[in-house]
């Protein structure tokens, strides 16, 4: 039947979140699923503390540790002071231990097994659910949107604003499709599926949009291999990815701790099998690509988009005119230490990591355990990571034999965390080592410094150990070829994880005081005020305004300036918004002197003369800001002194976390940068930035060079006047209010949220003999 007014997915879930939609535009939506971690999190909770207020709906919010932690082994583990040695990690983590319980915040910690890498756990748990609108200070929180939840990053003055009012400020992104038309061919995973979109699209290729991934294909897919598309779709410049909840999502959800139960679990299937695109519905870009072209690929170069099938070769930048695509792939193949023209399956490999919110779930364990079977590293590979996504995947791999199989081929496996996907913990690359990876981000400097990565998926990235250098799957020799390593049918194994789940839960309700009736009296009946302050203090984030600015400006020829590169990981480790200046673009800003291994500035442009003063950013490539989520990003780049940044395209979370800093990006047709303004900067003239006006003009002459740049009403609003937006939504709480009333009655199965894992009080111990959580 065609709808009389068609819809796509990402209206639907955006439209039932609506909380209010204000004269510029601009929405208020109300998030039903909060994900916190230990590193956007510290500024977010202190600035509640400051200004006296609460978590509004704790239900909603789960905390976990990941990226600092190591993986060690956790036998001896006690208390996070003794066993986390490197002391900014420690206290990022003791921050966060220190605020669920100010808080009153669910939370899996280091002992508690059911931690994990936040984007695991929540679809683990079944916190994620269809539907829902779901955000994390990470740039990964896509992943939940292969539930067809709406999932997207936010930045950490975002995440103080979800804690604080339970709503986020959004645009309407537009639609796009991807349909994966046909069937993949054997041996083709979901990772190659993703990383050849990218490659088609580009990593700006879905900026401003939501991409929905649709066909045949994506239908055919397990939730574990749609969850690593979603995840990715960040890396292809999108607000969100989704899919369409079917049966797959439905089963797997089914069961989970947090799932309705019931007659609410009816009501929910009922809602979500409305979940679809409408026939007829319009999409802003429709692409289609056959499951036919996808074959294994791997990344050569230091940005996603630089995929190209196993069985290619390293490109030659001879063959290429455009001077900026040029000049960046020459210098990716330096950097990654490679040869024009060589065979990819020549490459050899120092180390392989296989985990990640990307590639670290039960189906890649399993996958990368056939291959490993029966097999040893090759000599060349110093080191072989495994690491699980969850201690409960843990669990059931070791339940599996999977353990037994990584370790008899000299494979290191380990507890669960982020790990070397960006080496915030010990698990890092020494200079100039090259890394088969199976997570998401191959940019310079990622994996530790000078690191040289190449993404692919697991089973590559196992055979690679193998090997010992790049290896085409499809030629690759397992060990009794028609025999799989691991015996499980496909309903036993959604079982098995699933009974892993529940024998987790069942060990620890035992010793849990209270009924469920009793722990849901957690939850605000009618809710409350989300400040404790009778008045609302609107400046109370106290935002920097933003009107007219005449500075220096320093032109940067680059495209795909990713948040890594502008404030590298080492820095994301303070509890701080200020002291970043230092760290800012520090690998091309610093270089080691070799005898005294002090850093010694390089000639990046702003140790250049008056641009080391500069408080303009003109970049001539597009995607500035691409990447994480990191909110230091714009803090690094506030303390430096800039204070505008002109690109052709912006990261879309580096925009909004721009934005909520007092900084203004300003997006500009590549042809006009070139054109109007790089001839005047590169000549040494200052620009002046009219922010009430939106005009661009010489800083001398006063000539108007571009007038009219466009920027939201809601926006300019804000940064003229210098307004922190949880003044101003708080002002909204009756909308707030009626919502929620709303949503208890329509949504009722999504009431409860985290508050209905048990234990929150008395646990004795978990399965894996760990205390649980105690407060
Ligand atoms: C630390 C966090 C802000 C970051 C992100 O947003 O993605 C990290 O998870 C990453 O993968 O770079
Ligand atoms: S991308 Fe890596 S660092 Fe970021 S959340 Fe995922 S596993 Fe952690």
Known sequence: MVASNPKTLYDKVFEDHIVHKDESGSYLLYIDRHLVHEVTSPQAFEGLKNAGRIVRRKDCTLA???????????????????FIDQ????????????????????????????????????????????????????????????????????????????????????????????TIDGDLSEGITSKDLVLHVIGVIGTAGGTGCVIEFAGKAIENLSME?????????????????????????????????????????????????????????????????????????????????????????????????????????????????????????????????IGSCTNSRIEDLRAAAKVARGHKKADNVKLVLVVPGSGLIKAQAEKEGLDKIFEAAGFSWREAGCSMCLGMNPDILDPEERCASTSNRNFEGRQGARSRTHLMSPAMAAAAAIKG????????DYVNHDEPAVHIENEEEDKALQDAVYEHEKEIIEDTPGTEAERLNDIPKSSEPASKKS??????????????????????????????????????????????????FYEARYTKDPETGK?????????????????????????????????????????????????????????????????LPIRLPQEVIADK??????????????????????????????????????????????????????????????????????????????????PVKGAKKSVYGLKAQEW
């Open 225 to 353: 291999a749609r969850m690593s598309i979603c995840n990715m779709s960040i890396e292809g410049g999108a607000r969100a990815g989704m899919i369409k909840p079917d049966q797959t999502t439905f089963d797997y959800i089914k069961g989970r701790p947090l799932a309705p139960k019931g007659a609410e679990w009816d009501k929910a299937l009922a809602y979500w099998k409305t979940l679809h695109s409408d026939e007829g519905a319009y999409f802003d870009y429709d692409i289609k690509i056959a499951a036919s072209d996808i074959v294994p690929t791997i990344t050569w170069g230091n940005s996603p988009q630089d995929a190209l099938p196993i069985s290619a070769r390293v490109p030659d930048p001879a063959n290429v005119s455009d001077p900026i695509k040029k000049a960046g792939m020459e210098r990716a193949l330096k950097y990654q230490g490679l040869t024009p023209n060589i065979k990819l399956v020549d490459i050899k490999i120092d180390k392989a990591f």
């Open 469 to 476: 250098h790049f290896t085409d799957i499809r030629d690759y």
């Open 535 to 584: 008045k609302v203090d609107s400046t109370a984030g106290g935002m920097d305004a933003f009107t007219v600015l005449t500075g220096i400006t320093a032109p940067l020829e680059k495209a795909n300036v990713d948040t890594d590169a502008i404030i590298p990981k080492q820095f994301l480790k303070t509890i701080k918004r200020t002291g970043l200046k230092s760290g800012l």
């Open 87 to 178: 002391d900014d990690s420690r206290l990022q983590v003791e921050t966060l231990e220190q605020n669920v319980k100010d808080f009153d915040v669910t939370y899996f910690g280091m002992d508690d097994g059911r931690q994990g890498i936040v984007h695991v756990i929540g679809p683990e748990q079944g916190f994620t659910l269809p539907g829902t609108t779901v955000v994390c200070g990470d740039s990964h929180t896509s992943t939940h949107g292969a539930f067809g939840s709406l999932a997207f990053g936010i930045g950490t003055s975002e995440v103080e604003h979800v804690l604080a009012t339970q709503t986020i400020i959004q645009a309407k992104s537009k639609n796009m499709r991807i």
């Open 64 to 82: 976990t540790v990941d990226h600092n932690i190591p993986t060690v082994s956790r036998k001896t583990f006690k208390n996070v002071s003794t």
């Open 599 to 663: 850093d010694v500035e390089t000639d990046f442009i702003l140790n250049v003369g008056q641009y080391r003063k500069a408080e303009i950013l003109l970049v001539t490539g597009d995607n500035f800001g691409c990447g994480s989520s990191r909110e230091h990003a714009p803090w690094a780049l506030k303390d430096f002194g800039i204070k505008c940044m002109i690109a052709p395209s912006f990261g879309d979370i580096f925009y909004n976390n721009s934005c909520k800093n007092g900084l």
């Open 677 to 758: 303004l790089y001839p005047v900067v590169k000549a040494g003239y200052q620009l002046t930035v009219d922010l009430p006006k939106q005009e661009i003009r010489h800083g001398e002459t006063d000539e108007v060079l571009v007038d009219n740049f466009e920027i939201e009403e809601f926006r300019k609003h804000c940064l003229v006047n210098g307004l922190d937006d949880i003044g101003l939504t708080l002002q909204k709480e009756e909308f707030i209010q009626k919502y929620e009333a709303i949503r208890r009655d329509k949504f009722s199965f999504l009431e409860g949220g985290s508050k209905l894992i048990k």
